[in-house]
């Protein structure tokens, strides 16, 4: 779940950073090739990231005795 709430936030950052500056004087094919490899890397990032924050937190919260019981 971290996974795909990062990949979710990192689709919404690329997005926000591609429409935040000029991109008058780039073509089509251009502006797919410089946006598409930066949403790649953004996305991968921050699912990478998601994933990494809430496997240490579940780490530090079984390392501490906390029991989960809602199914």
């Known amino acids: 779940m971290a996974a ?3 990949f979710m936030a990192g689709i919404f ?3 926000i950073h ?3 500056h000029d991109h008058a004087g780039y073509t089509s ?5 410089h946006f598409v490899p930066r949403l ?3 996305v991968s990032a921050c699912a990478l990231l998601f994933a990494l924050i809430a496997a240490v ?8 005795g906390f ?5």
């Open 29 to 33: 094919a251009a502006l797919s090739e």
């Open 57 to 64: 937190r579940n780490w530090r919260l079984q390392k501490s």
């Open 4 to 6: 795909v709430l990062g």
């Open 67 to 71: 029991q989960d019981w809602s199914f």
């Open 18 to 20: 591609h429409f935040s």
């Open 13 to 15: 950052i690329a997005t």
């Open 40 to 42: 790649i890397a953004t």
